[in-house]
T-cell receptor
Protein backbone atom coordinates (compact mmCIF):
# COMPACT_ATOMS: atom_id res chain seq x y z
CA UNK A 1 0.00 0.00 0.00
CA UNK A 2 1.18 3.50 -0.78
CA UNK A 3 1.74 5.93 2.02
CA UNK A 4 4.06 8.06 4.07
CA UNK A 5 6.35 6.53 6.66
CA UNK A 6 7.81 8.60 9.46
CA UNK A 7 10.45 7.30 11.81
CA UNK A 8 11.09 7.08 14.64
CA UNK A 9 7.67 7.38 16.25
CA UNK A 10 9.22 8.54 19.52
CA UNK A 11 12.59 10.20 19.97
CA UNK A 12 14.35 11.56 22.99
CA UNK A 13 17.15 14.09 22.69
CA UNK A 14 19.53 15.68 25.10
CA UNK A 15 19.93 19.41 24.92
CA UNK A 16 22.62 20.42 22.45
CA UNK A 17 22.16 17.41 20.19
CA UNK A 18 21.02 17.42 16.61
CA UNK A 19 18.44 14.80 15.62
CA UNK A 20 17.07 13.79 12.24
CA UNK A 21 13.51 12.69 11.59
CA UNK A 22 12.91 10.50 8.57
CA UNK A 23 10.05 10.85 6.10
CA UNK A 24 9.64 8.51 3.13
CA UNK A 25 6.73 8.34 0.68
CA UNK A 26 5.92 5.86 -2.07
CA UNK A 27 2.99 7.79 -3.49
CA UNK A 28 5.07 9.34 -6.29
CA UNK A 29 4.11 12.74 -4.91
CA UNK A 30 6.03 15.80 -6.07
CA UNK A 31 5.84 17.92 -2.94
CA UNK A 32 6.69 17.17 0.66
CA UNK A 33 6.14 19.19 3.82
CA UNK A 34 7.12 19.28 7.49
CA UNK A 35 4.75 20.61 10.13
CA UNK A 36 5.16 21.11 13.85
CA UNK A 37 2.27 20.64 16.27
CA UNK A 38 2.39 21.71 19.92
CA UNK A 39 -0.12 20.40 22.50
CA UNK A 40 -3.58 21.75 21.83
CA UNK A 41 -2.35 23.72 18.85
CA UNK A 42 -2.75 23.68 15.10
CA UNK A 43 -0.16 22.86 12.45
CA UNK A 44 2.73 25.20 11.69
CA UNK A 45 4.75 24.82 8.51
CA UNK A 46 8.51 24.35 9.00
CA UNK A 47 9.81 23.61 5.49
CA UNK A 48 8.40 22.43 2.20
CA UNK A 49 9.78 21.12 -1.07
CA UNK A 50 7.83 21.16 -4.30
CA UNK A 51 10.58 19.61 -6.41
CA UNK A 52 13.72 17.54 -5.87
CA UNK A 53 16.82 19.49 -4.86
CA UNK A 54 14.76 22.54 -3.93
CA UNK A 55 13.04 23.53 -0.71
CA UNK A 56 11.57 26.63 0.89
CA UNK A 57 11.29 27.92 4.44
CA UNK A 58 7.91 27.85 6.04
CA UNK A 59 6.68 29.97 8.93
CA UNK A 60 8.97 28.54 11.65
CA UNK A 61 12.15 27.35 9.89
CA UNK A 62 14.67 28.68 12.42
CA UNK A 63 16.60 25.88 14.09
CA UNK A 64 15.62 23.30 11.48
CA UNK A 65 17.20 22.05 8.25
CA UNK A 66 16.04 19.76 5.45
CA UNK A 67 17.27 18.13 2.27
CA UNK A 68 15.46 16.77 -0.78
CA UNK A 69 17.96 14.65 -2.67
CA UNK A 70 15.36 12.08 -3.73
CA UNK A 71 11.71 12.46 -4.63
CA UNK A 72 10.73 9.87 -2.04
CA UNK A 73 12.61 11.30 0.94
CA UNK A 74 12.48 14.55 2.91
CA UNK A 75 14.41 14.25 6.21
CA UNK A 76 14.15 16.98 8.86
CA UNK A 77 17.04 17.80 11.17
CA UNK A 78 16.24 19.51 14.44
CA UNK A 79 19.40 21.36 15.36
CA UNK A 80 20.69 22.51 18.71
CA UNK A 81 19.73 26.03 17.62
CA UNK A 82 16.04 25.16 17.99
CA UNK A 83 15.24 26.57 21.42
CA UNK A 84 12.11 24.57 22.17
CA UNK A 85 12.14 21.42 20.05
CA UNK A 86 9.78 19.27 22.12
CA UNK A 87 6.76 18.78 19.83
CA UNK A 88 4.89 16.44 17.52
CA UNK A 89 6.27 16.55 13.97
CA UNK A 90 4.17 15.69 10.93
CA UNK A 91 5.37 15.01 7.41
CA UNK A 92 3.00 15.33 4.46
CA UNK A 93 3.09 15.04 0.69
CA UNK A 94 1.01 16.05 -2.31
CA UNK A 95 0.92 15.93 -6.08
CA UNK A 96 1.79 19.24 -7.69
CA UNK A 97 -1.69 20.60 -8.56
CA UNK A 98 -0.15 22.59 -11.40
CA UNK A 99 0.81 19.36 -13.19
CA UNK A 100 -2.61 17.87 -13.48
CA UNK A 101 -6.14 18.96 -14.16
CA UNK A 102 -7.44 16.25 -11.89
CA UNK A 103 -9.23 17.83 -8.97
CA UNK A 104 -8.15 14.93 -6.81
CA UNK A 105 -4.60 16.23 -6.92
CA UNK A 106 -5.12 18.96 -4.36
CA UNK A 107 -4.92 16.70 -1.32
CA UNK A 108 -2.30 16.55 1.43
CA UNK A 109 -1.50 13.09 2.76
CA UNK A 110 0.06 12.90 6.22
CA UNK A 111 2.35 10.45 7.96
CA UNK A 112 1.64 9.13 11.47
CA UNK A 113 3.94 11.68 13.11
CA UNK A 114 7.07 11.64 15.25
CA UNK A 115 7.11 12.84 18.85
CA UNK A 116 10.35 14.48 19.90
CA UNK A 117 11.09 15.08 23.57
CA UNK A 118 14.10 16.99 24.80
CA UNK A 119 15.40 15.79 28.13
CA UNK B 1 1.97 32.48 9.29
CA UNK B 2 -1.57 32.70 8.05
CA UNK B 3 -4.17 30.46 9.64
CA UNK B 4 -7.82 30.05 8.85
CA UNK B 5 -10.44 31.09 11.39
CA UNK B 6 -11.99 27.84 12.57
CA UNK B 7 -14.85 27.68 15.05
CA UNK B 8 -15.75 26.54 17.52
CA UNK B 9 -12.41 25.86 19.18
CA UNK B 10 -13.88 23.00 21.19
CA UNK B 11 -17.19 21.24 21.65
CA UNK B 12 -18.64 18.88 24.23
CA UNK B 13 -21.71 17.14 22.90
CA UNK B 14 -23.95 14.23 23.81
CA UNK B 15 -23.84 11.06 21.76
CA UNK B 16 -26.43 11.22 19.01
CA UNK B 17 -26.30 14.99 18.58
CA UNK B 18 -25.37 16.69 15.36
CA UNK B 19 -22.17 18.77 15.15
CA UNK B 20 -21.34 21.74 12.97
CA UNK B 21 -18.04 23.55 12.54
CA UNK B 22 -16.77 26.05 10.01
CA UNK B 23 -13.74 27.81 8.61
CA UNK B 24 -13.56 31.30 7.21
CA UNK B 25 -10.87 33.31 5.49
CA UNK B 26 -10.27 36.60 3.76
CA UNK B 27 -8.60 34.71 0.90
CA UNK B 28 -10.10 32.71 -1.94
CA UNK B 29 -9.17 29.02 -2.12
CA UNK B 30 -9.21 26.47 -4.95
CA UNK B 31 -9.74 23.51 -2.67
CA UNK B 32 -11.08 22.97 0.84
CA UNK B 33 -10.02 19.92 2.83
CA UNK B 34 -11.33 18.55 6.13
CA UNK B 35 -9.16 16.28 8.31
CA UNK B 36 -9.60 14.40 11.58
CA UNK B 37 -6.70 13.80 13.92
CA UNK B 38 -6.72 11.19 16.67
CA UNK B 39 -4.36 11.66 19.63
CA UNK B 40 -0.77 10.87 18.72
CA UNK B 41 -1.57 10.24 15.06
CA UNK B 42 -1.40 12.15 11.79
CA UNK B 43 -4.47 13.87 10.32
CA UNK B 44 -6.61 11.73 8.07
CA UNK B 45 -8.55 13.20 5.16
CA UNK B 46 -12.32 13.14 5.61
CA UNK B 47 -13.65 15.19 2.71
CA UNK B 48 -12.17 17.20 -0.17
CA UNK B 49 -14.09 19.98 -1.93
CA UNK B 50 -13.10 21.41 -5.29
CA UNK B 51 -15.86 23.71 -6.57
CA UNK B 52 -17.66 26.68 -5.08
CA UNK B 53 -21.03 25.58 -3.78
CA UNK B 54 -20.08 21.90 -3.80
CA UNK B 55 -21.78 19.80 -1.14
CA UNK B 56 -20.15 16.42 -0.44
CA UNK B 57 -21.00 13.64 1.98
CA UNK B 58 -18.94 10.83 3.45
CA UNK B 59 -21.17 8.66 5.63
CA UNK B 60 -22.40 10.80 8.52
CA UNK B 61 -20.18 13.68 7.44
CA UNK B 62 -21.26 16.47 5.09
CA UNK B 63 -19.12 19.39 4.00
CA UNK B 64 -19.70 22.37 1.73
CA UNK B 65 -17.41 24.68 -0.24
CA UNK B 66 -18.73 28.21 0.27
CA UNK B 67 -20.03 30.11 -2.73
CA UNK B 68 -17.60 32.95 -2.12
CA UNK B 69 -14.73 30.39 -1.99
CA UNK B 70 -13.69 31.95 1.32
CA UNK B 71 -15.38 29.53 3.70
CA UNK B 72 -16.39 25.94 4.32
CA UNK B 73 -18.35 24.00 6.89
CA UNK B 74 -18.40 20.43 8.15
CA UNK B 75 -21.41 18.72 9.71
CA UNK B 76 -21.39 15.44 11.60
CA UNK B 77 -24.77 13.83 12.12
CA UNK B 78 -25.72 11.50 14.97
CA UNK B 79 -22.34 11.69 16.69
CA UNK B 80 -20.80 8.60 18.26
CA UNK B 81 -17.96 8.30 20.81
CA UNK B 82 -15.35 7.49 18.15
CA UNK B 83 -15.97 10.91 16.56
CA UNK B 84 -13.82 12.37 19.35
CA UNK B 85 -10.69 14.06 18.05
CA UNK B 86 -9.44 17.26 16.49
CA UNK B 87 -10.95 18.38 13.19
CA UNK B 88 -8.91 20.63 10.91
CA UNK B 89 -9.90 22.52 7.83
CA UNK B 90 -7.33 23.39 5.18
CA UNK B 91 -7.50 25.56 2.10
CA UNK B 92 -5.26 25.25 -0.95
CA UNK B 93 -4.48 28.18 -3.21
CA UNK B 94 -1.96 29.35 -5.75
CA UNK B 95 0.28 32.31 -4.96
CA UNK B 96 1.14 35.17 -7.31
CA UNK B 97 4.59 33.61 -7.80
CA UNK B 98 3.00 30.48 -9.26
CA UNK B 99 3.66 28.28 -6.26
CA UNK B 100 0.90 26.78 -4.17
CA UNK B 101 0.28 26.43 -0.49
CA UNK B 102 -2.01 24.90 2.08
CA UNK B 103 -3.34 26.98 4.96
CA UNK B 104 -4.73 25.23 8.03
CA UNK B 105 -7.39 26.15 10.52
CA UNK B 106 -6.64 26.17 14.22
CA UNK B 107 -8.70 23.03 14.82
CA UNK B 108 -11.95 22.08 16.56
CA UNK B 109 -11.59 19.71 19.50
CA UNK B 110 -14.62 17.46 19.72
CA UNK B 111 -15.55 15.43 22.77
CA UNK B 112 -18.58 13.17 22.74
CA UNK B 113 -20.26 12.26 26.01
CA UNK B 114 -21.86 8.84 26.01
Amino acid sequence: DGGITQSPKYLFRKEGQNVTLSCEQNLNHDAMYWYRQDPGQGLRLIYYSQIVNDFQKGDIAEGYSVSREKKESFPLTVTSAQKNPTAFYLCASSIDPRRTKSSGANVLTFGAGSRLTVL
Amino acid sequence: GQQLNQSPQSMFIQEGEDVSMNCTSSSIFNTWLWYKQDPGEGPVLLIALYKAGELTSNGRLTAQFGITRKDSFLNISASIPSDVGIYFCAGQKFSTSGTYKYIFGTGTRLKVLA
